[in-house]
């Protein structure tokens, strides 16, 4: 039960004019958006997120509703970052060959765990596609923002694609497609293996919300070798989940 001082707090809070609510929250905007931007390439700019972002917080302020049970912040957040993901998919910020990269050592990873029964090492990861080490993790480095799901993953070649048929079905989500309990199983068998330090990575930056340079502080390393990093953590769970993702 709220206490009379918490309860006066919250009252305030839900009672705030539009205004209030936008000047008050324009720093979870940005705090979102150098969160966010953190897995990004270098070409998305902070201050475009965060403009998207005061959009989604002036959008959420006018159409908030006090009565509805939920704090002001937790709606905001939704639609701040809801705003910022729109933008992202209305521009190629992956380019295409980083893209194409990035499924060549997918499908590298998935072929060699199949052989070794084990996660391979980066090396051997280089090596299976005739990469020199160097030139392997520069690719990794140039993926930053490479993601675990992606809209594309749905899609179909052709004009209707299955991204077209959930939107256009509001009952339909490409993500509960996956929310099955061989779909999760399946994730939490593939984060229990990876590397220790892969795990830390992604542990610091998805559980404790560290940004890249404070995790290479912890770990005692450079930002681009965390991004490095990040990005093979997620290839290594993207390869694990090849058979739940549809074909391309």
């Not at 299976?128 to 480095?141: N, S, T």
Request: include cysteine; hydrophobic fraction near 40%.
């Amino acid at each position: 039960m709220l206490s009379p001082r918490a309860l006066n707090l919250y009252r305030q809070t839900q009672a705030s004019t539009e205004e209030d609510r936008v000047a008050a929250h324009a720093p979870l905007v940005k705090r979102i958006a150098y969160h966010m931007v953190s897995r990004l390439p270098a070409s998305v700019e902070v201050e475009d997120l965060i403009q998207v972002g005061l959009m989604g917080l002036m959008e959420a302020a006018r159409n908030f509703d006090p009565n509805a049970g939920v704090q002001f912040e937790t709606f905001a957040t939704q639609r701040i970052r809801g705003a910022m993901l729109d933008e992202l998919r209305h521009v190629d910020w992956m380019p295409r060959q980083v893209r194409r990269n990035m499924r060549g050592i997918e499908a590298a990873t998935h072929q060699l765990e199949q052989s070794l029964g084990r996660a391979p090492t980066e090396g051997e990861v280089a090596k299976a596609m005739d990469l020199p080490l160097e030139e392997y993790q520069h690719m990794l480095g140039d993926a930053r923002g490479h993601q675990l799901l992606y809209y594309e993953d749905f899609e179909e070649e052709g004009e209707n694609s299955r991204l077209d048929i959930y939107a256009a079905d509001h009952a339909s989500n490409p993500l509960e497609q996956l929310s099955d309990e061989g779909f999760r199983k399946t994730l939490i068998e593939g984060i229990v293996d990876l590397p220790e330090r892969e795990q830390l990575v992604m542990s610091l930056y998805y559980e404790e919300e560290l940004n890249l340079k404070e995790i290479g502080a912890v770990l005692g390393v450079s930002e681009s070798r965390v991004c490095q990093l990040h990005s093979q953590a997620v290839v290594r769970l993207r390869a694990r989940l090849q058979d739940w993702l549809p074909p391309r």
